[in-house]
Every structure is written in structure tokens, then in C-alpha cells.
């Protein structure tokens, strides 16, 4: 039987296939993964040769490299190229790839490709009011760092453990606003629940040099109040849930959310 001609790699697949590896944990590019079948098969590829690329791209992943994984040795130059494009070009370039991402599976603009379950792709509603109206291209974006920093941080809050995907969020260190270069690097979010994003985002608590908990004196003004001791005063000097994909949060992003943000 003859064989079924490769399909050409393009710079929209390539694309496509970054996405996935921001979101996929490592471990998890097998071409018998649900979720690495059901988009190859929306690419019009084999499964194969999707899990074949993430474990490309794991080559040239610095941090897989630091932790002593070499994924495979295949990466082609094209590969290195895009790669380097992608993490040059984030803002951009992962809004991109998260609008090709959605038209692979809808076209309906009120719905967001969700990798959560980790075991399906599901469509579902923008994650919030923000969200909801927000332009096309912002809200992929948007879609595109919160579902990289969730599934980085294994899908709970790095601080409680929550693990309720409607009670977390992709929590900017260094604000949304001020720092649009930083919007969609992974490694300036926090995966926190609702109650602890508030808290970060308005200066009350922070995160020393060892990425231990620390609460400021304003936060602690409203003590005592056995709802809000439990669910702060329990978490002061622990550290914080590592991300299991990601490299630690960027230490510059929170140096400056510690001397610009924090309230101490």
C-alpha cells in the first residue's frame, strides 16, 4: 500500500502547535492524547505528527533543557525559527495563534476553545465580564494566557489549592494596563483564586524573593475576622505551588509588584 503523503508544516500549523504546548502538560504530547488527537485531526494531520512536533519544540524549551529533558532531537530549523519568533513576538503572535486555534474548531466569536479538562476540548463562554466585552483579538489573547498559566499551575491556585476552574484566574504580576509587552508572558501570571487575585491586584498581599505568602498592614487592619484569618492569615510565610511547566514566575515582574503594588 502506498504511503499517505506528509502534510506540510505550515507557519499556521506551526502555530497552532506552539499554543498547545503552552497549554499541554509536559508528559502529555502522546499521540494518543485526546486532546492531540481531536486538534491534529481538525489540522488535517495524524496525531503522530502532532505529538512528534511538541516533542520538538520540548528540544528547544529552555526550561524542559534546565530540568534535564531533551525531548526529541528532530527539531528542524523551520522549528527553531518559529519558536523563537513565537516567544519574541507574544503579544501578538499568541493572540494569533489562539484566533487560528478557535476557527479550527468555530466560528461562532462567543465561544472560547477550552483545554482544561485536559482529556477533551470543550467550546465554552469567555471567563468574564472583562472578557465578554472585549474585541476578538483581545479576548483571544486573553483566553490564550489564561489557559497557559491554569494548566501551568496544574489547574488550582497556587496559593490555596483551589482547583475550581470558575473560581481562579490568570492573575497578571506586573499589571495588564502599564505593561503591554508582558500581557501574554506566561511567566508574569499566577494562577489564583478569585479572592486571592483581588487581594494581589489591590497590594495586600505579595510574594517575597523565596515566593513565600507575605500580607501587608492594611490587610491585616480588618483582623480579626475568622473568615478572612482562614482564608489569608493561614497561607502567611508559605510558599507558593510551583508550576509544573513553567519556569518560577518572573522575578523581576514580582520585585516590582512587591516596591510599586504591594501596600506594606
Not at 9 to 19: D, G, K, M, S, V
Not at 102 to 121: A, P, Y
Not at 142 to 155: E, G, K, N, P, S
Not at 198 to 224: C, H, M, Q, W
Request: glycine content about 6%.
Amino acid at each position: 500500500m502506498a504511503k499517505a503523503p506528509a502534510v506540510k508544516w505550515t507557519r499556521e500549523h506551526l502555530l497552532i502547535a506552539l499554543n498547545l504546548y503552552c497549554k499541554l502538560p509536559f508528559g502529555s504530547f502522546d499521540r494518543d492524547n485526546a486532546v492531540v488527537k481531536e486538534v491534529a485531526a481538525k489540522m488535517g494531520r495524524t496525531s503522530n505528527s502532532l505529538a512528534m512536533k511538541l516533542c520538538n519544540f520540548a528540544s528547544l524549551d529552555p526550561v524542559q533543557r534546565a530540568r534535564g529533558v531533551k525531548g526529541l532531537e528532530g527539531a528542524s530549523r523551520q522549528d527553531r525559527e518559529m519558536w523563537a519568533k513565537f516567544h519574541a513576538k507574544l503579544p501578538a503572535l499568541g493572540a494569533q495563534s489562539e484566533e487560528l486555534l478557535h476557527d479550527l474548531f468555530t466560528k461562532d466569536d462567543t465561544k472560547e476553545v477550552d483545554f482544561l479538562t485536559r482529556d477533551k476540548v470543550r467550546l465554552v463562554a469567555p471567563s468574564g465580564p472583562t472578557e465578554t466585552q472585549a474585541t476578538g483579538k483581545a479576548r483571544r489573547g486573553q483566553q490564550f494566557f489564561r489557559q497557559a498559566v491554569l494548566t501551568a499551575y496544574d489547574v488550582r491556585c497556587c496559593i490555596s489549592g483551589i482547583n475550581v476552574p470558575r473560581l481562579l484566574v490568570a492573575s497578571h504580576i506586573k499589571p495588564w494596563g502599564k505593561f503591554p509587552a508582558e500581557r501574554l508572558n506566561p511567566r508574569n501570571g499566577l494562577c489564583l483564586s478569585t479572592l486571592h487575585d483581588a487581594a494581589f491586584d489591590a497590594g495586600l498581599i505579595t510574594l517575597d524573593e523565596k515566593l513565600n505568602v507575605v500580607l501587608g498592614k492594611r490587610l491585616r487592619s480588618y483582623f480579626p475576622q475568622p473568615a478572612l484569618e482562614q482564608n489569608f492569615l493561614s497561607f502567611e510565610g508559605q510558599p507558593i505551588r510551583l508550576p509544573e511547566k513553567l519556569a518560577e514566575p518572573d522575578g523581576d515582574s514580582l520585585r516590582y509588584h512587591r516596591e510599586e503594588v504591594f501596600q506594606s
